[in-house]
């Protein structure tokens, strides 16, 4: 697996803005594999299908995540809509993950 | 997060070197020290070196699944049909056993495999080639006492004790063939049973086909043994066209470019091939069968010799 792009062309009414991720993996570990877990799941939750999302794996690519200044995996990239903001980690933290996206994430 | 500039330390410890230098590039008091910290992390990207560093725990869960993928290729393998018929008589253990140190590879047309007198450094497994068995004349002419396809081994001398190919062996159906050093097929040999007796068989069934193929050249017509000769090549590549001119096969055959002609002119009018630029298709497999001499199923008979 070294990149994986989802999209969707019909979007959920009253969502205007398609959110462009891309994720930086190291391959099947523990973390990385975490990461997609909880993104998918906050996308699939907040962000439904007016998304898109690349996984990229730094381990089969690792001069794209050096042009693209990513430090350490896994490492998140909302590209679209501005600004670009960036988390790293398993993302277990959908608090910071929702903020990073752009989205308020709901008073628990 | 207590560190100021120096590595960090991360929770799954130890931290090679290597790995310790490429967090120092990390900036401080950033997310991403941080989310070392927490172990949330798993690799980092060595800019010096371009390279990706995982972390202890990580490099572990990437060589397990590594493994387990290997583990589960070579299962596969395992499973799938084995195309060469000597390798596809062996028990699973046997061939378990010679699988590493089968290597696939691709032989071209005309490709010399052993010349007479060298040694054998590889023994071949056909899978769709057509390996021709070439006694030498005077010169450098030569002449065809033997095919090798799926159903053979080629270098069979090596099992029989001979290090040294007693024919010249040469590709006239390009195609796949999987090859074992021949060191290790001399220990092999040693450690399968089976193998050993199949091959010794297989010596066996060859050296009762160059004896029909002796009596062929001698008792029949050339339309007739040129009849058998294309049908045992397409049998054997497993296909109904055979590229191959007439000049290497009035070569091969030693007989005169006019002969392969005339008699191909003939097997064509009756419909049973079709001849075009080097290109020969069988039209009627029973048909060539009947234009064929006695050899040909005499030939294919010898292979089931138990």
Known sequence: MSRRARTTKARPAGFTTVVVLRLYVAGGAPNSMLAIANLEAICAEHLKDGHKLEVVDVLQNPRRAMAEGVLVTPSLTKLSPQPVAQVVGNLSDKRRVLLALGLKPNVE | ?306
């Open chain 2, 1 to 306: 997060m207590s560190n100021e500039g120096g590595p960090v330390s991360a929770r799954a410890a130890p931290v090679s070197a290597v790995l310790r230098r490429a967090l120092g590039q990390l900036p401080n008091g950033g997310p991403e020290r941080q989310a070392v910290e927490a172990g949330e992390i798993d690799a980092v990207i060595d800019y010096g070196s371009a390279r990706v560093i995982a972390f202890p725990a990580a490099r572990r869960a990437l060589r397990d699944a590594a493994r387990r993928t290997d583990a589960a290729r070579q299962e596969a393998k395992l499973d799938a049909p084995v195309a060469n018929r000597v390798l596809a008589t062996l028990p699973r253990a046997e061939y378990q056993q010679l699988l590493p140190g089968l290597e696939p590879v691709t032989l071209k047309f005309g490709e010399v495999i052993h010349e007479p007198g060298a040694p054998i450094r590889h023994v071949y497994f056909p899978i769709d080639c057509v390996v021709c068995l070439l006694a030498t004349t005077e010169g450098q002419r030569a002449v065809e006492t033997g095919l090798v396809g799926y159903e053979g081994v080629v270098g069979i001398a090596l099992a029989l004790g001979v290090a040294a190919s007693p024919v010249r062996t040469q590709v006239h159906v390009a195609g796949t063939a999987l090859r074992l050093p021949a060191a290790r097929f001399e220990v092999e040999l040693q450690r399968c049973p089976q193998l050993q007796r199949e091959l010794l068989r297989y010596a066996c069934v060859k050296m009762a086909q160059a004896r029909q193929t002796v009596a062929c050249l001698i008792a029949h017509v050339f339309e007739q043994r040129l009849a058998c000769w294309l049908l045992m090549t397409c049998d054997r590549s497993k296909s109904r066209e055979v590229l191959l001119t007439q000049a290497y096969l009035a070569n091969i055959l030693h007989v005169r470019r006019e002969s392969v002609t005339l008699a191909s002119g003939s097997l064509q009018a009756r419909k049973l091939i079709r001849y075009s630029r080097g290109r020969i298709a069988i039209l009627s497999h029973k048909g060539l069968e009947a234009a064929s001499c006695s050899c040909y199923s005499s030939i294919e008979a010898l292979q089931h010799l138990a």
